[in-house]
Nanobody, 118 residues
Framework: VQLVESGGGLVQPGGSLRLSCVASGYTGSRYCMGWFRQVPGKEREGVAA???????SYADSVKGRFTISQDNAKKLLYLQMNSLKLEATAMYYCAAGPSCYYSDLNYWGQGTQVTVSS
């Protein structure tokens, strides 16, 4: 299984970015895909996730501003990030696995850097 993220970059506070993750090689009928972020010296934190039932979840800090979506035909996962704040600066990772339990997220991308700065 391979996950490749893209779409990161430098954006001003209040701006928007859309991250993409293309997945290949996953054959399970049930899955969870999600976005995580990490800054140096801090633990990786979950941002948003979607599973094969269509259930979505968000971290409280991004609710109402971030939207996770997927294009199953193209095996793409997106994260639309609006009204970005300085604290959103982090490396963002795409993850996948048979369920949304962290221990089941067996596959990770290499990450894409998001920097929010004026």
């Amino acid at each position: 299984v391979q996950l490749v993220e893209s779409g990161g970059g430098l954006v001003q506070p209040g701006g928007s970015l859309r991250l993409s993750c293309v997945a290949s090689g996953y054959t399970g009928s049930r899955y969870c895909m999600g976005w995580f972020r990490q800054v140096p010296g801090k633990e990786r934190e979950g941002v948003a996730a979607v599973d094969s039932d269509g259930s979505v979840s968000y971290a409280d800090s991004v609710k109402g501003r971030f939207t996770i979506s997927q294009d199953n035909a193209k095996k793409l996962l997106y994260l639309q990030m609006n009204s970005l704040k300085l604290e959103a600066t982090a490396m963002y990772y795409c993850a996948a696995g048979p369920s949304c339990y962290y221990s089941d997220l067996n596959y990770w991308g290499q990450g894409t850097q998001v920097t929010v700065s004026s």
